[in-house]
């Protein structure tokens, strides 16, 4: 469904990704972990293109899409949500989720607001309060559905876990887990190694712009290649003990 | 469709030239990061790693040998400290340094997929009884396949090397269904059934997965008529990651390599140029996913050529020809490496012993057999027999030592052995002529 090959993103002269390529397959979760600082939002804002890549392809659904205009990559079906969240704190969830369907037809945003509210109760519960008096939890549900209200087939989802305590995660996990088996393809960078690799089917690991491992989560989850891409080699030597 | 890992099996072009990208730059930036031979390879050539953005890219990187190996002897290929490495193998002893190669626990579940792939695609079923009459040690084809067979379930029999009753009395009566081994070892077992008048009817075999030697259509109709077994092909080597490189399927027509794996180029062996699909050369093979010790670029030596055809067992997988030779002196001896330069390197261990030699190779019933030709100094010649018979079975201990195989000695008359100018050719394999 997705194919990006040898991306390269400059922030000026700083080479933020060094020769990106990922791919996720149509109704696959698929995560892209590593420490702070190392790339994983600039992935993400290069795929949609916030940030021009300089160089490197892009590949959604058999097109090419590299340097198309944001606004024309959600209408074609993919759609982020950002790290923390970024709601509307003045608006209602509804208002809210109103502008995520903005580009969709009424019956579209219609048909997807039912969806929203039937998977996150809360949100209905909650509709007609201010996003931003919802609690962290409550608001990451709400920025999912916002990206939802546009009828998405690919999800992109900026560090999903950040602020939010260890069962509020596991809550969000379990939705987009609830999402994947739905038929959603779900793209998302996460920090929290463990939890990522919990959920989804495969992971990429990134480490100064450059992905350094890859492969199938239960393969990925007792690496310790992992352990180094956060905190670095704890040796020295080879034989070290 | 007899496949293992049907997804990756069946992906199609496109999705394999994605994943051999994906997985050909984390290789790169790994070896780069964490191999100080590679990072000091690139640097001196000044080549970044980022400079491999796409397959045909590689070609700017060099080749990694055998002599690499040993220059890095024994840890300095890996990439991983040895706290993580869980298995190490390694050549077998030289009179040089030997290669090591180490995998990591995740290598080795990737290892055992890979030969269950090539043993399911031979035949092989979690109902049948393998036999292995491999090996086992630090030569990785015992334990490469005995790990491979576990993992489909099969029930496997590590019976090793040798005592070729035994091993019959085994077929017969723990009934073994498939058979692991070398080809030429094959034919001894069929010959040994012939002197006991034993016929196909009375062991159970149906498959044979046989490797490790170069082997031709001949000796396949051979084995398959006295064994009554269908018998396949698969290649590895030890440096890459030991079988589960690639293997024949039932369709018996080349070998599909396990490319979502190992990225395969065929090169010309002496200006080392890539060549076109379908063109014989040497074979190079870089590790895609290895943890422990990633290899870039490494030159197998063995003489192939690559192709893709709609195999009928449904793997898109590319195919290489039947090894058909080799780009140096390596002897292969029933199954076991030999470089004449490891004989040559004995000899001068023996204050008696000339350095001037030839190797004979040659068919006894269907095992090889090496015979070493060898000049002795006059004296010892002429008068001390006993002197003699001390040093002949030195030698032949040593010799056993160290190749892993036992050869013939002969000691000959002093200037009775040609003397070369230029290249020396000192080996005469007479294998081939009955």
């Given at each position: 469904?997705?194919?990006?090959?040898?991306?390269?993103?400059y922030?000026?002269?700083v080479?933020?990704?060094?020769n990106?390529?990922i791919?996720?397959k149509?109704?696959e979760?698929?995560?892209?972990?590593?420490s702070n600082g190392?790339?994983?939002?600039?992935?993400?804002?290069?795929?949609?293109s916030?940030?021009?890549p300089?160089s490197?392809e892009?590949?959604?659904?058999?097109?090419?899409?590299?340097n198309?205009p944001t606004?024309?990559?959600?209408k074609?079906?993919?759609?982020l949500?950002p790290e923390?969240?970024r709601?509307f704190?003045?608006?209602?969830?509804?208002?809210n989720l109103?502008m995520?369907g903005y580009q969709?037809?009424?019956k579209i945003?219609?048909?997807?607001?039912a969806f929203?509210?039937?998977?996150f109760?809360i949100?209905?519960?909650?509709?007609?309060q201010l996003a931003g008096?919802?609690?962290?939890g409550?608001?990451?549900m709400l920025?999912?559905?916002r990206?939802?209200?546009?009828?998405?087939k690919?999800?992109?989802?900026?560090e999903p876990?950040?602020?939010?305590?260890?069962?509020?995660?596991?809550n969000?996990y379990e939705?987009?887990?609830?999402?994947?088996?739905?038929?959603?393809t779900?793209?998302l960078?996460?920090?929290?190694?463990s939890?990522?690799?919990?959920y989804?089917?495969?992971g990429?690991v990134l480490?100064n712009?450059?992905?350094?491992?890859?492969?199938k989560s239960?393969e990925l989850k007792?690496?310790?290649e992992?352990?180094r891409?956060?905190?670095?080699?704890e040796?020295k030597?080879?034989?070290?003990? | 469709?007899?496949l293992?890992q049907?997804?990756?099996q069946t992906?199609?072009?496109?999705d394999?030239?994605?994943?051999?990208l994906?997985r050909l730059q984390?290789?790169?930036?790994?070896a780069?990061?964490n191999?100080?031979?590679?990072?000091r390879q690139?640097?001196s050539?000044n080549?970044?790693?980022?400079?491999i953005?796409k397959?045909?890219?590689?070609?700017?990187?060099?080749f990694t040998?055998?002599?690499d190996?040993r220059?890095n002897y024994?840890y300095g290929l890996?990439?991983?400290p040895?706290?993580?490495i869980v298995r190490?193998?390694?050549?077998?002893?030289t009179?040089?340094?030997?290669?090591?190669v180490?995998?990591t626990k995740?290598?080795l579940e990737?290892?055992k997929?890979?030969?269950?792939?090539i043993?399911?695609?031979?035949?092989?079923?979690?109902?049948?009884?393998?036999?292995?009459?491999?090996?086992?040690?630090l030569?990785t084809g015992?334990?490469?396949?005995?790990?491979?067979?576990?993992h489909i379930?099969?029930?496997?029999i590590?019976?090793?090397?040798?005592?070729?009753?035994?091993?019959?009395?085994i077929?017969q009566d723990?009934r073994?269904s498939?058979?692991?081994?070398t080809?030429?070892?094959?034919?001894?077992?069929a010959?040994?059934m012939?002197k006991?008048?034993l016929s196909?009817?009375?062991?159970?075999?149906k498959?044979?997965?046989l490797?490790?030697?170069?082997?031709?259509?001949?000796?396949?109709?051979e084995?398959?008529?006295k064994l009554?077994?269908i018998a396949t092909?698969n290649y590895g080597?030890?440096?890459?990651?030991?079988p589960?490189?690639s293997g024949e399927?039932?369709?018996?027509?080349?070998?599909h390599?396990?490319?979502d794996h190992?990225?395969?180029?065929?090169?010309d062996?002496?200006?080392?140029?890539v060549?076109?699909?379908?063109?014989?050369?040497?074979?190079?093979l870089?590790?895609?996913?290895?943890?422990?010790?990633?290899?870039?670029?490494?030159r197998?030596r063995?003489?192939?050529r690559l192709f893709r055809?709609?195999?009928?067992c449904g793997?898109?997988?590319?195919?290489m020809a039947?090894p058909s030779?080799?780009?140096?002196d390596?002897?292969?001896?029933?199954?076991?490496?030999v470089?004449?330069?490891?004989v040559?390197e004995?000899l001068?261990?023996?204050?008696h012993a000339?350095?001037?030699?030839?190797i004979?190779?040659?068919k006894k019933?269907h095992l090889?057999?090496m015979?070493?030709?060898?000049e002795?100094?006059?004296h010892?010649?002429?008068?001390?027999?006993k002197k003699q018979?001390?040093?002949?079975?030195?030698?032949?201990?040593r010799?056993?030592t160290?190749?892993g195989?036992?050869?013939?000695?002969?000691f000959?008359e002093?200037?009775t052995?040609?003397r070369?100018?230029?290249?020396a050719?000192r080996?005469?394999?007479?294998?081939?002529e009955?």
């Amino acid at each position: 469904m997705l194919r990006v090959s040898s991306l390269n993103i400059y922030y000026g002269a700083v080479r933020a990704l060094n020769n990106i390529s990922i791919h996720v397959k149509e109704k696959e979760f698929v995560s892209l972990i590593g420490s702070n600082g190392a790339g994983k939002t600039s992935l993400l804002n290069g795929i949609l293109s916030i940030v021009p890549p300089k160089s490197g392809e892009i590949v959604f659904q058999n097109k090419t899409i590299t340097n198309i205009p944001t606004k024309k990559k959600v209408k074609m079906g993919i759609s982020l949500v950002p790290e923390g969240r970024r709601v509307f704190p003045n608006m209602s969830v509804y208002e809210n989720l109103e502008m995520g369907g903005y580009q969709k037809s009424t019956k579209i945003k219609n048909r997807q607001m039912a969806f929203v509210l039937e998977l996150f109760p809360i949100l209905k519960e909650r509709n007609k309060q201010l996003a931003g008096m919802l609690s962290g939890g409550e608001q990451q549900m709400l920025a999912i559905g916002r990206a939802l209200m546009s009828d998405p087939k690919l999800l992109l989802m900026d560090e999903p876990s950040m602020g939010l305590a260890p069962l509020i995660i596991k809550n969000v996990y379990e939705k987009l887990t609830a999402l994947k088996e739905n038929g959603l393809t779900i793209f998302l960078a996460e920090q929290n190694a463990s939890v990522a690799l919990k959920y989804a089917d495969r992971g990429y690991v990134l480490e100064n712009g450059k992905i350094v491992l890859q492969g199938k989560s239960n393969e990925l989850k007792d690496d310790n290649e992992i352990k180094r891409a956060y905190l670095g080699k704890e040796y020295k030597e080879k034989w070290e003990r | 469709m007899l496949l293992w890992q049907k997804e990756e099996q069946t992906m199609s072009l496109d999705d394999i030239k994605q994943l051999q990208l994906e997985r050909l730059q984390s290789t790169i930036n790994r070896a780069y990061e964490n191999v100080d031979f590679y990072r000091r390879q690139l640097k001196s050539l000044n080549i970044k790693p980022e400079e491999i953005s796409k397959l045909e890219d590689i070609s700017k990187l060099p080749f990694t040998t055998k002599q690499d190996l040993r220059d890095n002897y024994p840890y300095g290929l890996f990439a991983v400290p040895l706290k993580d490495i869980v298995r190490i193998h390694s050549s077998s002893g030289t009179t040089g340094k030997p290669t090591v190669v180490g995998y990591t626990k995740r290598d080795l579940e990737t290892w055992k997929d890979l030969v269950s792939r090539i043993m399911v695609a031979g035949g092989v079923t979690k109902d049948d009884i393998v036999h292995i009459a491999f090996t086992y040690g630090l030569f990785t084809g015992g334990f490469g396949l005995h790990y491979g067979a576990e993992h489909i379930g099969a029930s496997v029999i590590p019976v090793s090397s040798g005592n070729t009753n035994r091993q019959l009395l085994i077929m017969q009566d723990y009934r073994s269904s498939i058979l692991v081994c070398t080809p030429s070892y094959a034919l001894h077992i069929a010959e040994i059934m012939e002197k006991q008048g034993l016929s196909a009817d009375d062991i159970h075999l149906k498959y044979a997965l046989l490797g490790s030697e170069p082997w031709g259509e001949k000796v396949r109709a051979e084995v398959e008529a006295k064994l009554g077994v269908i018998a396949t092909d698969n290649y590895g080597l030890s440096e890459v990651i030991g079988p589960g490189v690639s293997g024949e399927c039932l369709q018996k027509n080349g070998l599909h390599i396990n490319e979502d794996h190992f990225y395969a180029e065929i090169i010309d062996p002496e200006t080392g140029e890539v060549l076109p699909e379908g063109e014989l050369g040497e074979l190079v093979l870089t590790t895609l996913t290895k943890e422990g010790m990633p290899l870039i670029r490494y030159r197998t030596r063995d003489i192939t050529r690559l192709f893709r055809d709609n195999c009928a067992c449904g793997c898109t997988f590319i195919k290489m020809a039947k090894p058909s030779g080799r780009t140096d002196d390596m002897l292969i001896v029933n199954g076991v490496n030999v470089f004449p330069s490891q004989v040559e390197e004995i000899l001068t261990e023996f204050d008696h012993a000339t350095p001037h030699y030839m190797i004979f190779l040659k068919k006894k019933g269907h095992l090889d057999q090496m015979e070493i030709n060898l000049e002795i100094s006059e004296h010892l010649f002429f008068d001390e027999m006993k002197k003699q018979k001390a040093l002949l079975d030195s030698l032949t201990e040593r010799m056993y030592t160290v190749l892993g195989i036992k050869p013939k000695i002969k000691f000959v008359e002093p200037r009775t052995i040609e003397r070369f100018e230029g290249k020396a050719s000192r080996v005469v394999d007479r294998r081939n002529e009955q």
